[in-house]
């Protein structure tokens, strides 16, 4: 009897060892299979930029960071998408090409003066150096030099920059190229997308602040889309998200 009590004992120790072997594998197990999920959502989000961060209506954020020094532009800086209600914005410097279609009375460049009362027209003006404002429907106090405008396509430029200037008129269709904005801001509804929509906002009636723009503006149909690159986006606080 006693030995066979000892051989039970025996058995029973073997039994709770491969209990415990059992437990300890299928806790291995299942943190290798949390790393392995890890590992590929890690590898996913890389490979697919766009597939980014997106806070819904309602969710304010920060971006900041990057190296951005006077009008020049470096890798690093933020890349920014966004599509706003308009605002009035003021313009001063230069602008490498401004296309617009417009009801103004009259347009100058040079000496030469165009009288274009009571019809839209199309004007293309070339390496813009002045200042003027505009919002979503006016454009005013327009004022500068360029070497080349287009009026209705007909051609007329200069070897040197000569004056070119509006007092004021609505317009249709505004479009600005390559020019640089010290800052922005307003309180607007829309979508903004940092760095190739890693991070995306929807803005509803919410306070936007882009600091150090340098890209182009297209203004239609109500809408402000801005395309280039910031310093640093400052969208009314309680989300920063750095990317540096």
């Known amino acids: 009897m006693v030995k066979r009590s000892l051989g039970g004992q025996e058995s029973g120790k073997g039994y709770f060892d491969s209990d415990k072997s059992d437990k300890v594998a299928k806790r291995g197990f299942f943190l290798f299979f949390l790393f392995f999920i890890g590992l590929v959502f890690f590898l996913f989000y890389y490979a697919f930029p766009g597939m980014g961060i997106d806070i819904g209506n309602g969710v304010i954020g920060k971006v900041v960071g990057s190296n951005f020094i006077g009008n020049s532009t470096h890798s690093n800086d933020i890349k920014v998408n966004a599509n706003l209600n308009p605002s009035k914005i003021s313009i001063s410097g230069k602008v490498d090409k401004i296309e617009l279609i417009a009801n103004v009375d009259k347009f ?25 404002s505009f919002d979503g429907i006016n454009i005013t106090d327009f004022k500068g030099k360029a070497n080349k405008v287009y009026v209705d396509g007909l ?9 070119v200037s509006f007092n004021s008129g609505s317009y249709n269709y505004l479009k600005l190229t390559n020019f640089y904005l010290s800052s922005l801001s307003y309180v607007t509804s829309g979508r903004v997308a940092f760095n190739d929509d890693r991070v995306v906002i929807n803005l509803v009636k919410e306070d936007i602040s882009l600091v150090g723009f340098k890209g182009n503006l297209e203004s239609r149909s109500n809408k402000f889309i801005l395309i280039g690159n910031v310093k640093k986006s400052n969208v009314a606080g309680s989300l920063d998200v750095s990317l540096s």
């Open 108 to 132: 100058k460049f040079g000496n030469q003066d165009f009288n274009l009362k009571d019809r839209k027209t199309s004007i293309v003006i070339d390496n813009f150096d002045g200042k003027f």
């Open 155 to 163: 051609p007329v430029s200069s070897s040197k920059p000569l004056e």
